[in-house]
């Protein structure tokens, strides 16, 4: 099994910036990508980020396209979210997801299923005041 643990969240001011951790632990070999969803009040759970770190690339949401930035560490299995020029918009449950073994399909917009990460973190509130 593999925990993943995010932390960062809070309360930030619109255009403010905010930094998401995520760390994890237990049975990490075979880590394929990681990368963070999240959802809104009354929302469905969007895809913000993802690193791949097999072909060392990034994707992104195009609402979060410019704004935020994703990293991270595959020997330390950590990933991090720097968050710029928030917006009220952003307010919401942020999720980190990750795939450790198996198979998956790189093919098309694979990073925004759900299906293909099979770890989840438990969520961090970041909340952006207008």
């Known amino acids: 099994q593999v925990q993943l643990v995010e932390s960062g969240g809070g309360l930030v001011q619109d255009g403010g910036s905010l930094r998401l951790s995520c760390a994890a632990s237990?049975?990490?070999?075979?880590?394929?990508?990681m990368g963070w969803f999240r959802q809104a009040p009354g929302k469905e759970r969007e895809f913000v980020a993802v690193?791949?770190?097999?072909?060392?690339?990034?994707s992104y949401g195009d609402s979060v396209k410019g704004r935020f930035t994703i990293s991270g560490d595959n020997a330390k299995n950590t990933v991090y979210l720097e968050m710029d020029s928030l917006k009220p918009e952003d307010t919401a449950v942020y999720y980190c997801a990750a795939r450790f073994g198996g198979t998956v399909w790189f093919g098309g917009s694979w990073f925004m299923f759900e299906s293909n990460y099979n770890y989840w973190g438990q969520g961090t509130q970041v909340t952006v005041s207008s």
């Open positions: 237990g049975r990490t070999s075979n880590n394929l990508f």
């Open positions: 690193i791949n770190w097999h072909v060392a690339s990034t």
